[in-house]
């Protein structure tokens, strides 16, 4: 079954409007999750990894102070998009790393995000 | 910057064999890591590699060269479902780059 969750599926908002996106894991408690962005056709960008209890770490050219990430507790890392714009639309999605010797990443179902 | 490359499109047909193929320039290097993405949902972990050779794992199997920093995927008897496009990634430290995906069309 799934061990990320993210909600909402898909939201639909105007521009000018702010949106939260939460990010859930399941089974583990992830000191560490991640957040991309993934544009139509194209692949996923990571935009910033989110630590517990601390601030979160942005990527090059991502603005921290338009998507403000909140990792509270060891099962939840919230986005927030403030003030979205009709380009901030996409497909954002969450992960965490498995912990396991693999080490790779468990991906949320995504969100999409349309900004009219 | 990172710099992943793959094929933008690739198309085969059931039953046969088809390889994905991924070079990459990174800064940094913890491993290799191959996933499917259906349209409109998350990525699926497929394979990885974090020392040079061959993992095979039933129809699916990934090689790594880390001196030539390559890496392809090989799908064998190909299915219909496996209609997708596959992202290869390269960790460093404990982030996760992607290239731009390979569509994969698998024709009858």
């Known amino acids: 079954g799934a061990v990320v969750s993210q909600h909402p599926s898909r939201v639909i908002c105007k521009s000018g409007t702010s949106v939260k996106i939460e990010c859930r894991s399941l089974?583990?408690?992830?000191?560490?999750m991640f957040w991309y962005r993934q544009f139509p056709k194209q692949s996923l960008m990571l935009m910033a990894t989110?630590?517990?209890?601390?601030?979160?770490?942005?990527e090059q050219g991502v603005e921290k102070d338009k998507f403000l990430i909140n990792h509270a507790s060891l099962t939840l890392s919230t986005l927030t998009v403030t003030s979205a714009h009709p380009e901030d639309s996409s497909f954002y999605i969450c992960s965490r790393t498995s912990g396991a010797s693999t080490d790779t990443q468990y991906f949320g179902p995504g969100t999409r995000l349309t900004v009219l | 910057g990172q710099n992943i490359d793959q094929p933008t499109e690739m198309t085969a047909t059931e039953g046969a064999i088809v390889q994905i193929n991924c070079t990459y320039q990174t800064s940094g290097f913890n491993g290799l890591f191959w996933y499917q993405q259906h349209a409109g949902e998350a990525p699926t972990f497929l394979s990885y590699n974090v020392l040079d050779g061959l993992e095979e794992k039933g129809r699916f199997s990934s090689f790594l060269s880390r001196s030539k920093g390559y890496s392809y995927l090989l799908l064998k008897e190909l299915q219909m479902k496996d209609s997708a496009s596959y992202l290869c990634?390269?960790?460093?430290?404990?982030?996760?780059?992607f290239g731009s995906g390979t569509k994969l069309n698998v024709k009858p």
């Open positions: 989110s630590n517990e209890g601390s601030k979160a770490t942005y």
């Open positions: 990634a390269v960790k460093f430290f404990n982030k996760f780059y």
């Open positions: 089974d583990f408690q992830a000191t560490t």
